[in-house]
């Protein structure tokens, strides 16, 4: 103890380097870490933000209805949809 009380006696200046470098290390560590901990929350609201489409299928007496349902948290947004067979194609389900 007395070691380290004659050595902040003999040399202040040296130990004020030694803590300013000391304390420029840990603010340039915690900087790092809150730009990765952004990052991470970036992805994961990106990832928990995201719509889930789920078809439903329903087989009545005279008709077939399709439903879509979206189950997921963010925007489903449908551009276009298209019925097909293997013979043919066509954008307008109802005809």
């Avoid at 902040?8 to 420029?24: C, E, G, K, S």
């Avoid at 925007?75 to 293997?86: D, R």
């Amino acid at each position: 103890m007395n070691q380290l009380i004659n050595l902040i006696r003999n040399y202040p200046d040296q130990l004020n380097v030694i803590v300013a470098a000391i304390a420029l290390f840990v603010s340039l560590l915690s900087v790092g870490l809150t730009v990765f901990t952004v990052l991470l929350q970036r992805s994961h609201n990106f990832k928990s933000l995201t719509p889930i489409a789920n078809f439903f299928l329903s087989d009545y007496e005279n008709r077939i209805a399709l439903a879509l349902r979206n189950t997921g948290v963010g925007p489903l947004i449908v551009e276009k949809i298209t019925a097909s067979n293997e013979k043919c194609e066509k954008s307008d389900i109802l005809s």
